[in-house]
Every structure is written in C-alpha cells, then in structure tokens.
C-alpha cells in the first residue's frame, strides 16, 4: 500500500560519469522519478550533471543541479522541505552521502525518513565484517578473509590465509583501490594505498578466489517478504576480472536446476537477513570450477550497473519497481508495464540469450597483460540479445564499436596471443579463439589455463567450425542462413569468403516481453534473430528511426543519449512515431517506454537497413548519437535512407578537412593554417611551412583521438610512432597552426537553414590545446570582448545559411590576439547541447525536431526575423562546467591535459557569482579546492606574466606559497615572496616530496614543454594519487581564486533550475 | 543431420533436425514450459506423459544429465522440441543430453522456432502434434488425424505403482525415508515426482506408495495411516470418477491432500469441476498468492486442467490464487481437513520458496 506518512521526496543522483559510475543511473534515477511522480508525491531531485535526462526540466518537480555534498542537501532540506530521501538510486555515491547524512544527525534534524534502504541495511551489507557474520550465520561460505584498519592488523591476516590476496577497501564505487597481492613484497604497498582510498580506512583481506566460475542475481523483496529473481547473470570471464569489466550473458547457462535454486534461495535469504524489504539487490557468487563450493563474493543493496543491465535484458524494470516498493507497495500490486497481463512478482522467463561485452580504450588507458582485477576498467558496455551464445556473443562485439566484426582471432603481430590467454585482459576471450583457430581441440585444457568454462570454449569451437565451413564453401542459401543464425554480419562473412552470398535475408523480429511468449505483451521491445517468424508489423513511414550512440566511450557518451531521448520525446509530443535503434544497456533511450518501437541491436549500417525495410520507413536521424551515425550515414543514403535534417554533402564539407578549408575560404572566414600530409615526408614539409608548434591529427575522428601538438620536430617523430597513427593518401594526416595561448569557445545552435538560434557560447577556462571535452568551461563568456562575440554569431549565420543546416550546429572558435578563427564545424548534436539546454532554458533538441518536422525558428518564436539570428541567455547566472576525470583507476597514466579526450564526465556549478559557479563546478567534480594552506607553484617561462597577480591574490587570501626556483625568482621581481621548493630532478625535499606528505593544498603547474616532462608528469600524478586539487593553466587558476574566495565566506547557496520552457 | 517435422493437429507445421533416438511418428499433445534450468526434472516428470515439451528456453543440454536429478525412473515424456542442442563436452560423471534422450529411445527436435510454435499455441491452444520424418509425412498426417486427445488418454498406468511400495528408494541425491517416522502418509501414486517423496522424507515422514486402483476400503483398513495424500500426474482429471470417488469416500475420515492432479481429483471429490486450459501453465515463475497471508511465492508449475472457482461448493475456501489470471491455486476445508494445492511446492525445476507448504502438510495430517 501507498505509504501516506511521506509526502515529497528527495532523490539522490550520482553526479558525474566516472569509470564504475556512469549513465545507468541516470536511466534508474529517471525511472524512479517518474515511478513517484506517477504515485502523486512531489519529487526533488539533486543531481550536478547536466548532461543526464534526470535533471531536464519538467521530469522533477524541484531540479537541483548542484555538488553532492551534505551541505548542499541541507540547504535543500531547508529550501524545498522534502520529507524523505531515496538513497538507492544513485549508485555508491548516493549511498555513501545518505549514510553520512544519517551518522551525522541531519536527517533526524530535518525529520527526513531514509526510503529505499535503510541506513541499517546499507551498513549491514556494505560493511564487509558484518556481512561476512551474517553469512556464516546463514550457513553460506565466504571467502576466508580478515579486516585490517592498519598496515600490522593486514599482516596479521595475512599469516593465515596464503597468497594470493584480494585487498578491498571497504565503501568505494566499483571496487575502486582494489587490488590482487601475488607476490610478498606487493602485499604492503597495496595493503597501504587501500588503507587510503577507503573512506573509513576499513580493507578487506581476503583469499583469492581467481579463476572460478562468477555468478550474480538481480533480487527484489519487498515488506511482505515476497522476493523474486529478475535475472540471472553468468560472468563468462572467471573470477578475478571485476564483473562490469567481464563478458556476461543472462541468464546463467552452465548450472542445472538444483546449482541455480541454490543460489536463488541464498539470494532471498541474504536479502531477508540484511534486511532490503522494499528494493532492489544484486548479490553475487562464486563456484569453483568442479562446482563443490559456492561462495557468496558480496551484495549491493541499490541499483546497479548489472541491475540495468538486467532491466534491459529482461524487460523487468527494476528501478521503476524499486522506487514503488520503497514508497510501501508490494511485488503483487505492482503491474508489469510490458505484459500489461501479470503482475511484478513473478520472474521473467527469457527465450533468448543477452551477452554484454564491455568497452575499454585501451588506447587512452592502455593495459598490460594482466591488468583487469578488482578495480573496474571499462567506460562502457553493449547489449546484444540473440536466440544463441553464439549469436548473441557475435552481435556483442559487433556492437561494442571496437573495430571487431563479430568473435574475430587476434592480430598476432600485434598482440602476444598466449600472453593474453594467461592473463585478466580484455582481450583473453579471443585469445582463446586465437588459440582454437590455431588447432587447439583440448578445451579441458584451455579452460584450465584461461577459466572459461567449456561450455564458452565449446561455442568458440562451434564459431571456428562454421568460419571453416564457411571458407571451404561453397556458399549456399543454407550456408548463409547458417551463418546470419550463428549472428555473422554480412562484412564478416565476406571476409570468410570470396563467393558470392545469396540475396540478403532480413531478420525476423522478435519481442522481449518478460514471459518467453506465455503473454501478449503490450509495450515490448525488439531484437531481430534470422530465419524465424515476425512478430508484429512494421510502424510504417510514419516513424521515423533514431540511431543512438552505442557503448559509452570518452568522447561519446551520455550527453547524445540524452539528446536522442529528448529527440525520442519531441517528436512523440509532435505525433510522429520514433523508434530507437541503440545498444547500450545502461540509457534511458534503451528504456521501453522511451519511443514507439526499441531495438537493442548493433548499430552497423546492415542492421539499420534491416529496420528501417523491416518497418516500412526511412527517415533516420543521424545527428544525435555522435559520430557513431554520421560514420554509417553515407552507407545508409545510398541504400534508400533519408538522412533527417542537414544533408550528408553538407555534413562532408564540415568533416572533410580539404572541402572546410574551401568553405571558409568562399566564406570568407579565417582559420588556423592548415595543411594534409599523405606521407611522413609531407608531415614534416608542412609542418615547416606552417611554422611550430603544429597540431596534428588523423581524419575523421571524435575526441580528438591520437591528436597530438609538436613543437619541435622530435614532436614530429613522436606522433609518426604512435601506433594508432596511420599515414596514407586515403587517411591522410592533418598539420594545423596550432594557436598558443589562444582562447576558445563552444557554441552551440539550431538552424533551419534560413536563421540561426544560438542556445549559448562557452568560453573554455582552459587554454587552447585542451580537448574542448576536457577543459572547464563557462556560459555565458566571461572575458572577451563584444566584437569577437558579434563576430562569432555572425560567422554562424554566414555558415548555416550556407550549409543549409538544418538542425543541431557546434562550432568551436579560438581567439589569439583578437582575431577570431574558426576551429571546426560540426553540424550536429554536440556534447554540449544538454548542458546548454538545461543552462538557457530553452531546449534545442527540441528545437531542431519541430524544424525537422517544418516549424521553422521563426514560427517557433526563437527568431523574430527570417534570415537572422538570436541568442539564448544563461538563465542561472554563471554556468561553469567541469570535466570529470577517471585519473585515479590508472596509476600509470599521465592526468596532464592535451588534445585527446580523456573526461569521462562532466558537472556543472551555478552561481550568481562567477567563483559561486566555479567553486560548487569544483566541489561537484570532487576537486577539494583549499580555504587555506600552502600552494605550489610551477609554471613555465610564458606563465610568469599572468602568474603574479593570482599568487598575490593567494597570499592575500591566507595561504603561503611554495615556488620552483624559476617562477620563485620571477615572483620576487613582482613583489612576491614565495619559499623555494626543488624540482623533483633537483633532489629532496622536492615538490613530490611535499605532496606525499599532504604539505600541498593546492598545486598550478603549468606545461614545461619537453624538457622536463618527465617531473611535470610525477607531480601531476603524484596529486591525484594524494587528491590535492591542481591546475594546468594560469586562468584556472585564476578561476580557483575567485572560487576561493566565495568558498571562504562558508555560504552555502542551491539554486533550482526553473521549470518548463522559456519559450 | 537428418530433418524432421512437427505437424500440429491444427495443420501448421514446424522444420527442426532431428536428434536423440530416431523418430517413429510419436505423438502427443504439444506442451511448452517457459522454466530457464531443469531440462532433466522436465523430461522425468511423469506428469509429461504422453505430451511432446517443449522448452521455451533456447540452449538446452548445456550442463548435460546428472545421476542425482530425475524426478522418476527416466523420461517420462514423448518427445522433446527445443531451439538448440549443447554438443560440446560436459563435466565429469554427467552423460550428454544427446546421448540420454538416445538411450532412453526418445526423439528431439532442434533448430526448431520455439518462439512461434510459444505463440501459435498461445493463440490456438496446446493441441495435438506429431513428429515425422519428410518421408513418412502421409503416415504421420493419418496418424496424426485419428491420434486421440488428452481428454481421452489414461496416461496414468504406464507411470504408476502397480502395487503398494512401503517408503520407496529414491536414489542417490535424494533423502531416505526417516529411522523413526512422526507421520505416515498413504500416496496414491498417478506418477508422483520423486521430490515430493523427498520433502516428505525429510520432513520425518513414511509414506505408502498406492496404485491409482485403490479403493476408500483398503486405505481406510491399512494402519497407522496419518493422512491420504494424492499425487501429481498426467492427463485429464475428469477421467479419473473411480479416483474422484475413493477421494470423497475418505474425506471427513482421513486427512485429505494433495498436489497437481492430486489437488484436481480433491476438487472434484468436494464436489467441484475441473476445466481444461487453453495453454495451461508450465514454468518455474508463476506467482500465487496465499489468501492467508497475503504473501505471494514465485512457484512450478505444469499443469492443463484446473478447478473451476464457480463450480465449488460454499464449504470449500480457497488457500492460493494465481496472481496474474486469478486461477485457484489450493483449496482447504478445515472442518474436513482437507488442503491441496495446483502448482508444485517442491520444484524440481523451479524456485523452492513454497516447499514449507510441506510444513503445512505435515501439521495437518493427523
């Protein structure tokens, strides 16, 4: 029933994407919004990322885009009054506030309740001693393990139980700072960093468990103590691999009934002893490899990146459900959306397999051999459902976007198959292909070196037989279909094959509807399996098709999610019908209520072109999911579809570095110096004709992947080693003037080919040379002269009208010495535009679906008159956003920023300030700018100029300050005593030195070129090993300072977002 | 890899490559079970005799056939319809389904679209069907035609005691029956799965198996009998008037229980009907609420006939209700002390949630 006692109620996001932490709760906070709206209580929500759904106007009745800190909540307590709080929705983050806003009495001061889970159970199922007596009281096994809360009770743990070691600190988000201790002399020094990361400086020791089978179960119960399994998950990878970096399938496949019931009735049986009586929880299992003992690894009673996933795998929306039952509902009042025929306790039977293939970059964050463990990796993750393994597991890494046509041998010049094989990698699974296709049959033995039960290794024997069978042909119609059903693309069968196929075969669709077709089901979703019967019809020409952005990567992830979904939404309020073709299980576009028709399938051309013959349609927008459209976009015109909006030649004069170069020419705009080089020969001829440094990069890419500034020829010979570096007349590299100290800007717009309206310009903090993804940046511009904006807008204009955009525009310009320049031009959804949107009250998704639909900015009233332009003002104030990084998850990679992508999220700071709006972008990044304490200063010779007033302003503002010699003697000429600390070359105490013993506060250090790369880089790491707040650059600096000092006047302001369109 | 067919009684037909033992036009009403695991409990189940299953879930044979896990002496169903067959190796001391279905002479087809034969009984009905080769297609569809319904089958005697069992061995995996036993049940097997047998075991108590023949008279003289409990099993229950009638003979003088068609038989010996379902309800994920407590179980269930609510007697309330269609579920008389129930408290396949209804069993039969 309907708990009445609670009337408005509070629910908690989880802030910036971070590795282990990324947009599944965005859809789960989402759907929790919406499950409590439709329930008639008033919801507040806190969330400081705006690039999420969640905080989009309308969808929260009080929207709260600000840090994730007690302080903040309690002033919302204070602003809006809700009555409780839903701790479960965003993830580790959300949890660990609401427990600290219970230990510390807030909550009771307010009389605000705790749904969802309980303070109690939290710490019952979080605190791993706790946890582990209940086990053993349950009568279940455990690893055998010891707490440590220092470096001698770890020792002491360690004389009984034998190495290896898993070392876990306890309350940290995907098993961050975890570790596995092989060798003794590793057991200290990982004993010691998890002893830091852990907020309670609490680790777990226990015995390693590598290499069994792992096995999870998505569990809800609710106050009548009704429990049901929603799903099943099997880990393909063994154990040792942490699970949201391992390959999955659901439901589990390799135990019989009497190994599964067992696990099931555990499952219920920790819940009910924890204590989760009105949610969700995944519980997780390991077997050993003869299947003679089970061991319970652990539980989350929350919602999950797994709980997501088995959302989408199954069709059972557990968020939704979760939120019901935290407002007092039970299972069996609860309707099951999909079937509209049964009720929510019940457990979804599935007739076809889901496999999800996590994402990695490995080259942003490369990985050795061996390098996966406790600690989550991935960026992201891809669902693809099929009637087999087989098929299922192809379609996975077909849409894993990772140059992998299907289950593929590796590349044995590139990688060291057998090392693979051996080692947590990534890559193990097709190293074990490798090995079969190499003529391995003893699949006992492989699955002894690599863990894979046999089960997996047999579905890889199946795939070699078919590839041989495939290349011995001859290819028949048999064959062919044989082959679709094993899940092959087209492309990989061509690879197998130089015979002709037969006439393409469309696939079948098939619902996903949670009963294995014992029900109609009224809302499913959709995957296609070959050689079947349909199910339903077609939506018609009506429809119309929106290719979302796959699997989460840097670059490209939930900001275009968003704009598909809010796309998904104007067109439905506009009476088209949508549907969306995605395969990332963590979006709200993968949710089933989100468009007309879903399909969970790859997005390659072949499946696009499926669908849109299969529902008899073909408008495809192409504009909102990133680069991930636009590359299939050409392949998908010429086989009938339309593209929605901007035409393709338009799009290929914008992305085609020889046609831009012309546009702006006939345009007469003004860009950086520009050149294409096809040979090495020719990078370096260009390079001198255009003078250093030099930016170079490949074509076509997004996030600025292998881009790279020279400033000197060695520069040169450093980007032609890079491996992912390729030079060809067909891939030619570009050399571009690279604008030093420049300024840029965003800007983001709709058009209908006639006018132009502007949401906003960003004005990045950063200087030039950052990623635009990477450097903070600020709406509305907060230091530039009102020429170089009338310039930019005028630009804009000058361009749509040419293009003939017709729709979503981001443009970047740089300004160096008062000349403006263009950068480049993308005539599509950009990163930004939510961030805008939210920020301008005006949402521009939105915007461009009615232009596409033939309202034009006029008739919309965002334009007063044709053939003009207007601008969007920021209607918070000061809008500053910060990138978020993942820097701690990799010990070895440089946290320097440069011109490849390395953010994985964002946040946003509002303020009437411009330091309100930086300080709270600093606090909702984690960046713990200091009130007082000591600075360090390092900056290069360019820096000396503009360092001095803010180490002045620093001074003044209480902290004593700590310069290299260099900048040390430059600040005494201005006046400025600063106390000399060495360079980490120079010898001890050096800048390291203080960091390490949390003698720093605050440290700006600015790029010293090439020459002493090597200690910038030990201080930047060593900060965020140690979390003490740096700066790369002078102006972020000089934004720490203002942000200083509002942060210094201890207010804490929340500003809501106002609600509904400014339109 | 030899192809076969499916033909229904209503004329569709279904493609699938034949594997187990070699196919001779069996036949059989066309079931399907939407269960994840438990292909071996399924195939054992006497209840599926004379029924083709086949399973909505589409790997089958992935952890192959253990000793431990049949539910009666071997399969029990004619033949088996599944998407796709595990080949590879299984884990030592298990046989390959393959193998086991070859042995025990039962036909299976794979490759088979599971989904649309789900949906096309969803939609007509289960119904009759028949497994053929190309070849023998005029054979078959004759065969087919003239092959009787499960209305008119007794299916029963092929897989029932053919004279009383005391506490019957149920093999390795199972429970033995207790030293020193706190009740004793008289079981008339229809075709009991061992598990219920099981959970009485290890619960303390004896039981006596019965042919389905027997009579009020000779249970009512056997002694030391705590209460008469009837089993699950195929077919029709409205076939069974001789069992109806020794039910209601000693209602009101034993405790009366009963699972599955044990619960059907009760039914009708309170007076009540049974009906036919249009697809019945085969799975591991249904949810039945009990009335008492208001909690509901995730429960098994394999069943194609159920009590009609309307047709029971006022005396007669009822324990659990299907959650989702509103189906009775269990029944009890107290003053009678009379309780059964539809679905399968002890799994084999399927969750184990509502085993304690066995607790219930045992308090009250006496």
């Known amino acids: 029933m309907r708990r009445d006692d609670i009337h408005h109620i509070l629910v908690i996001g989880s802030g910036p994407i971070v590795i282990g932490q990324a947009c599944e709760f965005d859809y789960s906070g989402n759907q929790a919004v919406r499950a409590l709206k439709e329930e008639g209580y008033e919801v507040s929500l806190i969330n400081p990322n705006p690039a999420t759904v969640m905080t989009t106007p309308s969808i929260a009745d009080h929207i709260f885009l600000e840090p994730l800190k007690k302080e903040y909540i309690e002033r919302i307590f204070d602003q809006v009054g809700p009555d409780a709080i839903l701790s479960t929705m965003g993830g580790q983050t959300a949890l660990n506030l609401t427990m600290e806003l219970e230990k510390e009495g807030i909550l009771k001061k307010y009389g605000v309740k705790v749904i969802g889970a309980s303070a109690e159970a939290i710490e019952k199922a979080e605190d791993r001693g706790i946890f582990k007596d209940i086990m053993t009281s349950l009568g279940y096994e455990s690893a055998r393990s010891g707490i440590a809360r220092s470096v001698e009770e770890a020792l002491a743990v360690k004389e009984d139980i034998p190495l290896p070691l898993i070392i876990r600190p306890s309350f940290t988000l995907g098993g961050m700072g975890g570790s596995i201790a092989e060798k003794e002399e590793d057991f200290i020094p990982l004993v010691e960093k998890a002893l830091e990361v852990s907020p309670v400086h609490e680790i777990l020791i226990e015995e390693s468990l590598i290499g069994w089978r792992e096995f999870e179960m998505e569990v809800m119960r609710d106050s009548k103590d009704n429990a049901i399994i929603v799903c099943s998950i099997e880990n393909i990878d063994p154990m040792g691999v942490h699970t949201g970096d391992s390959i999955t399938i659901a439901p589990i496949q390799t135990l019989s009934n009497d190994e599964y019931q067992r696990m099931r009735t555990a499952s219920i049986e920790i819940l009910r002893a924890v204590g989760v009586d009105c949610g969700g929880s995944n519980v997780q299992f390991a077997l050993s490899p003869d299947h003679s003992r089970m061991v319970v690894i652990e539980m989350n009673p929350r919602v999950s990146r797994s709980s997501a996933l088995a959302s989408k795998a199954t069709g059972f929306p557990i968020a939704r459900i979760s939120a019901k039952l935290a407002v007092g509902y039970t299972l069996d009042e609860v309707q099951n959306e999909i079937t509209g025929a049964s009720v929510s306790c019940f457990e979804p039977a599935l007739d076809y397999v889901a496999v999800k293939v996590p994402r990695f970059e490995l080259e942003k964050f490369p990985l050795e051999a061996a390098a996966l463990g406790t600690q989550m990796r991935s960026v992201g993750e891809t669902l693809a459902l099929g009637r ?156 119309v098709i929106i290719l979302a952005s796959g699997p989460n990567r840097i670059g490209q992830g939930l900001e275009f999610d968003t704009c598909c979904t809010l796309s998904s939404r104007a067109f439905r309020k506009h009476g088209r019908k949508t549907i969306m073709v995605n395969s990332n299980p963590e979006t709200v576009s993968t949710d089933y209520n989100t468009s007309d028709r879903l399909y969970i399938e790859p997005l390659t051309a072949e499946t696009v072109l499926d669908i849109m013959r299969k529902e008899g349609t073909r408008d495809v927008v192409v504009q909102l999911g990133g680069q991930t459209p636009l590359n299939m976009a050409a392949e998908l015109e010429r086989n009938g579809a339309h593209i929605v909006g901007t035409s393709l030649s338009s799009i290929d004069r914008t992305e085609d570095r020889g046609l831009f170069s012309e546009l702006v020419k006939e345009l007469g705009l003004r860009q950086p110096e520009n050149r294409s080089a096809s040979s090495i020969d020719e990078i370096r001829e260009k390079a001198e004709e255009i003078g250093f440094p030099v930016l170079l990069r490949p074509s076509f890419v997004l996030g600025g992947r292998a881009m790279f500034i020279a400033y000197d020829e060695s520069g040169l010979d450093e980007f032609i080693a890079k491996p992912e570096v390729t030079i060809s007349p067909e891939s030619p590299v570009l050399v571009d003037q690279f604008l030093e100290d420049a300024f840029e800007y965003d800007l983001d717009a709709v058009s209908d080919g006639e006018s132009v309206y502007i949401g906003g310009i960003l004005q990045h903090i950063e200087a030039a040379g950052i990623h635009s993804g990477d450097s903070a940046a600020v709406f509305p511009p907060y230091k530039s002269k009102p020429e170089i904006l009338a310039q930019m807008r005028e630009w804009t204009l000058r361009l749509a009208k040419h293009l003939s955009v017709k729709g979503l525009m981001n443009i970047q310009f740089a300004e160096k010495d008062g000349k403006l320049y263009i950068i480049e031009v993308n005539p599509r959804g950009s990163r930004t535009v939510p961030f805008i949107s939210k920020s301008s009250g005006v949402d521009l998704v939105e915007a461009a679906v009615r232009v596409w639909l033939g309202e034009d900015l006029v008739q919309q009233g965002l334009v007063r008159e044709r053939g003009s332009w207007a601008e969007g003002r920021c209607i918070m104030g000061w809008a500053v956003k910060e990138a978020v990084f993942s820097f701690d998850r990799f010990q070895s990679v440089d946290p320097a920023l440069g011109p490849e992508m390395r953010s ?106 090439f020459h002493s790369r090597k200690s910038d880089d030990d201080i930047r790491t060593e900060a965020v090993r140690a979390h003490v707040p740096y700066t790369t650059t002078t102006s972020a600096a000089k934004a720490a300072v203002e942000a200083i000092r509002y942060l210094q006047e201890n207010r804490f302001i929340v500003r809501e977002l106002p609600q509904g369109p400014r339109r | 890899m030899r192809k076969a067919i499916l033909k229904l009684r209503d004329g569709k037909e279904f493609e699938g490559i034949a594997f187990g033992a070699p196919i001779s036009l069996e036949a059989g009403e066309v079931v399907f079970n939407t269960g994840i695991p438990g292909y071996q409990e399924i195939l054992t189940d ?125 093999g390795s995996g199972f429970a033995t029956a207790p030293d020193k036993p706190i009740r004793h049940f008289a079981l008339v097997d229809y075709g009991i799965k061992r598990s219920i047998i099981d959970c009485l075991y290890r619960r303390g108590a004896a039981v006596t198996l019965l042919p389905p023949s027997v009579t009020a008279e000779e249970i009512l003289a056997m002694k030391g009998i705590d209460a008469l409990f009837l089993s699950n099993g195929p077919g029709d229950p409205a076939l069974l008037a001789d069992a109806v009638r020794m039910a209601r003979e000693c209602i009101g003088r034993l405790p009366v229980q009963g699972i599955c068609l044990g619960h059907q038989i009760i039914t009708m010996a309170l007076g009540g009907r049974t009906v036919k379902m249009k697809f019945g309800h085969h799975g591991s994920n249904h949810p039945v609420r009990d009335c008492l407590s208001g909690r509901t179980f995730v429960t098994a269930q394999n069943h194609g006939f159920m009590s009609d609510r309307d047709s029971l007697p006022v005396n007669v309330s009822i324990w659990f209700v299907n959650a989702n269609d509103g189906s009775v579920e269990g029944l009890y008389e107290d003053s009678l002390n009379v309780r059964s129930v539809q679905f399968h408290p002890e799994a084999a396949p399927g969750p184990e949630e509502a085993e304690a209804i066995f607790d219930t069993f045992m308090e009250h039969a006496r």
């Not at chain 1, 976007?401 to 990534?426: N, W």
């Not at chain 1, 004593?960 to 105490?989: N, Y």
């Open chain 1, 388 to 543: 087999t393994a087989l098929e299922a597991i192809n379609k996975a890494f077909r849409s894993s976007e990772q140059k992998l046509e299907g289950i593929t041998a590796l590349d044995k010049s590139r990688y060291d198959s057998d090392l693979l094989l051996r080692s947590a990698h990534p890559l193990r699974y097709l190293a074990a292909y490798t090995a079969i296709k190499d003529g391995e049959t003893d699949l006992g033995k492989l699955s002894r070196i690599t863990g894979f039960d046999i089960y997996f290794l047999s579905i890889l024997m199946e795939m070699k037989e078919l590839e041989d069978e495939i290349a011995a042909g001859p290819m028949t119609d048999g064959l062919y279909l044989k082959a679709k059903k094993a899940g092959l693309s087209d492309k990989h069968i061509r690879t197998l094959t130089d015979e002709p196929l037969p006439e393409h075969i469309i696939p079948a669709r098939h619902y996903v509807d949670t009963c294995a077709g014992e029900f109609e089901a009224l809302t499913p979703y959709c995957y296609t399996s070959y050689g079947e019967e349909d199910e339903g019809t077609g939506l018609g020409k009506d429809a």
């Open chain 1, 904 to 1009: 994985t999220g964002e946040v946003v700071g509002y303020g009437r300030t411009f330091g309100e709006a930086y300080a709270k972008s600093q606090a909702a990044a984690a960046n713990r700018l200091p009130t007082s304490g000591r600075v360090i200063i390092s900056v290069n010779s360019k820096d000396r100029g503009t360092i001095a007033p803010i180490a002045r302003s620093l001074q003044e503002l209480g902290f004593s300050l700590l310069a290299t010699k260099g900048t040390a003697r430059d600040l005494f000429k201005e006046g400025i005593l600063a106390d000399v600390v060495l360079k980490t070359q120079d010898g001890h105490p050096n800048i390291v030195d203080y960091i390490r013993a949390r003698k720093a506060d605050l440290i700006i250090n600015t790029p010293m070129g």
């Open chain 2, 46 to 170: 006497p209840s599926y005799n004379g029924q083709i299953v086949m399973l909505t879930s589409p790997m089958i044979g992935n952890y192959g056939i253990s000793a431990e896990d049949n539910e009666s002496s071997g399969i029990k169903a004619t033949a088996l319809l599944i998407r796709k067959l595990y080949r590879g190796p299984v884990m030592e001391g298990r046989i390959p389904l393959d193998r086991y279905l070859a042995d025990a002479g039962i036909p299976a087809l794979e490759q088979l679209d599971t989904r649309a034969l789900t949906l096309h009984l969803r939609e007509h009905g289960s119904q009759n069907g028949i497994l053929f080769y190309p070849e023998d297609r005029k054979e078959a569809e004759e065969k087919l035609a003239a092959f009787p319904l499960i209305t008119e089958r007794d299916l029963i005697d092929g897989v029932s005691v053919k004279e009383p069992v005391e506490n019957p061995f149920l």
